[in-house]
């Protein structure tokens, strides 16, 4: 397929740039996987449209006010870095805005001083990586100094950082939200567990990878960033005990999507295990973990909308698409969601 058969027309306006209150207030489109039938209601409704037995897997991981700003030592000249992946203790590869500030041998100073950093190396594609030095916990000078690594596409400061964690977000180590699980609120999860809906949680830490775009034309082609995932044994015996008594699996983003076909893909069953996953899922994938999907609304030609095309069949998904823009959805990280089983 062609990334230009995943185009769409999405007016700005319709791209949120700030979260709901109440979170499950968002609105939620259910489209029929088979039937490319659609609904519309709230994700409030979520309990109406699931039945006892059904099985949700959430990614509880949490992110990492990644984005940092401070100035170099020598100069005071201002920098922007994104922390993006942890190599060993201190070392993180980062990306660095302007770069041509950022050679190695600079010394960077964060949160008046609070964090130093050190650039050691600049690595092929341009991101850097930086040796840190700082008193105390690293994590916490990181929660008090950080911000948010919000989308390029989303404008407004964000208010409440918490808000762009989920409700159940536990493992630091993200670089972007598990959006799909920002709907769900501690009594939503409460009322679905009391219905008989069972969750389980697994871990993907989310790269700016999939912020990237896809830039090929031929969308076999692309290649996809490496995240790391966990499963622990809790969840794979829900999966497995749901799969036996032919209950469903529903994903909540296409983050756990990933990880659960990943961990199906590489071991033909489900069992506690952790790994790195560069899964690239598009038309033509046959889905071996889940049921279900629950996701928002992606950007045209993105490996995303690509997963969902895959899951519900690209026609249905495509006009479900053009149905969200023409009833005024909210789109993107911040935006409404979909339903799909």
Same mark, same amino acid.
């Given at each position: 397929?062609?990334?230009?058969?995943?185009?769409?027309?999405?007016?700005?306006?319709?791209?949120?740039?700030?979260?709901?209150?109440?979170?499950?207030?968002?609105?939620?489109?259910?489209?029929?996987?088979?039937?490319?039938?659609?609904?519309?209601?709230?994700?409030?409704?979520?309990?109406?449209?699931?039945?006892?037995?059904?099985?949700?897997?959430?990614?509880?991981?949490?992110?990492?006010?990644?984005?940092?700003?401070?100035?170099?030592?020598?100069?005071?000249?201002?920098?922007?870095?994104?922390?993006?992946?942890?190599?060993?203790?201190?070392?993180?590869?980062?990306?660095?805005?302007?770069?041509?500030?950022?050679?190695?041998?600079?010394?960077?100073? $964060?949160?008046?001083?609070?964090?130093?950093?050190? %650039?050691? @190396?600049?690595?092929?594609? &341009? *991101? +850097?990586? /930086?040796?840190?030095?700082?008193?105390?916990?690293?994590?916490?000078?990181?929660?008090?100094?950080?911000?948010?690594?919000?989308?390029?596409?989303?404008?407004?400061?964000?208010?409440?950082?918490?808000?762009?964690?989920?409700?159940?977000?536990?493992?630091?180590?993200?670089?972007?939200?598990?959006?799909?699980?920002?709907?769900?609120?501690?009594?939503?999860?409460?009322?679905?567990?009391?219905?008989?809906?069972?969750?389980?949680?697994?871990?993907?830490?989310?790269?700016?990878?999939?912020?990237?775009?896809?830039?090929?034309?031929?969308?076999?082609?692309?290649?996809?960033?490496?995240?790391?995932? $966990?499963?622990?044994?809790?969840?794979?015996?829900? %999966?497995? @005990?749901?799969?036996?008594? &032919? *209950? +469903?699996? /529903?994903?909540?983003?296409?983050?756990?999507?990933?990880?659960?076909?990943?961990?199906?893909?590489?071991?033909?069953?489900?069992?506690?295990?952790?790994?790195?996953?560069?899964?690239?899922?598009?038309?033509?994938?046959?889905?071996?973990?889940?049921?279900?999907?629950?996701?928002?609304?992606?950007?045209?030609?993105?490996?995303?909308?690509?997963?969902?095309?895959?899951?519900?069949?690209?026609?249905?998904?495509?006009?479900?698409?053009?149905?969200?823009?023409?009833?005024?959805?909210?789109?993107?990280?911040?935006?409404?969601?979909?339903?799909?089983?």
């Amino acid at each position: 397929m062609k990334k230009s058969d995943f185009f769409f027309d999405l007016p700005q306006e319709l791209i949120a740039q700030t979260p709901l209150e109440p979170r499950d207030h968002s609105r939620l489109l259910q489209l029929g996987r088979t039937s490319g039938e659609i609904s519309h209601h709230h994700f409030y409704d979520l309990p109406d449209l699931l039945r006892a037995g059904d099985v949700l897997i959430v990614n509880d991981s949490r992110v990492l006010p990644a984005r940092l700003y401070g100035a170099r030592e020598d100069t005071d000249a201002v920098i922007e870095v994104v922390l993006l992946e942890q190599k060993e203790i201190d070392l993180w590869e980062v990306l660095v805005r302007p770069g041509k500030k950022a050679k190695p041998g600079h010394v960077l100073l $964060f949160g008046e001083g609070m964090l130093r950093g050190e %650039i050691e @190396e600049v690595l092929d594609g &341009g *991101n +850097r990586l /930086i040796r840190f030095t700082h008193e105390g916990n690293f994590y916490d000078v990181i929660d008090q100094i950080g911000q948010m690594p919000l989308p390029p596409y989303i404008k407004e400061k964000l208010q409440d950082k918490e808000r762009y964690q989920t409700v159940y977000s536990k493992e630091v180590g993200s670089a972007a939200a598990p959006t799909a699980g920002l709907h769900f609120t501690k009594e939503l999860m409460q009322k679905l567990t009391e219905m008989g809906v069972k969750i389980g949680y697994v871990t993907l830490h989310v790269g700016l990878g999939t912020f990237r775009p896809v830039k090929v034309e031929n969308v076999e082609e692309h290649k996809m960033h490496a995240e790391r995932y $966990f499963m622990p044994e809790e969840t794979a015996a829900l %999966i497995r @005990e749901a799969k036996k008594t &032919g *209950n +469903r699996v /529903i994903a909540v983003g296409t983050t756990s999507c990933r990880t659960l076909e990943s961990v199906a893909q590489k071991y033909g069953e489900f069992k506690e295990c952790s790994g790195s996953t560069d899964i690239f899922i598009y038309p033509g994938y046959t889905f071996k973990a889940i049921d279900g999907l629950i996701t928002n609304f992606h950007l045209p030609e993105s490996t995303l909308i690509m997963l969902v095309s895959a899951f519900a069949g690209y026609e249905h998904v495509m006009n479900a698409y053009r149905t969200a823009v023409e009833e005024r959805y909210r789109f993107f990280s911040f935006g409404d969601a979909m339903l799909i089983i």
